[in-house]
């Protein structure tokens, strides 16, 4: 819980707000916030996707958030996934292409047979 008190720290900190801001925006005390920061509470989901929500990203984002060795994983995910992507794409092109040339095989063929 530490380290997701940590997360949500720096995220109050890039954000600009003081510890009454999200409190107040979560409808806590500041003390139970202060405690959710400083990991002594432990969070439940509805809390969680609460916080989360504030901050405008998932809960995984959220628990994930500064993990570099997490990010380059799914950043090495998300480019295999993109080459996989583009790939698709070109497939889908050239079926397309194929698809136009033979219609228009058909429709000159027909018009030659008329």
């Not at 530490?2 to 005390?29: F, M, P």
């Not at 920061?37 to 998932?58: C, H, K, P, W, Y």
Request: cysteine-free; hydrophobic content about 35%.
């Amino acid at each position: 819980m530490k380290t997701l008190g940590k997360k949500i720290r720096l995220l109050r900190h890039q954000n600009g707000w003081s510890q009454e801001d999200v409190a107040k925006r979560l409808e806590i005390s500041i003390p139970a916030f202060s405690k959710i920061e400083t990991g002594i509470t432990d969070v439940n989901l509805s809390r969680l996707e609460q916080i989360a929500a504030l901050f405008e990203m998932s809960v995984v984002q959220l628990l994930t958030f500064n993990d570099t060795q997490e990010q380059e994983k799914y950043m090495s995910e998300l480019e295999e996934m993109t080459k996989k992507l583009q790939e698709r794409e070109a497939e889908v092109i050239d079926l397309q292409k194929k698809i136009i040339e033979l219609f228009e095989e058909i429709r000159s063929s027909k018009k030659s047979s008329t």
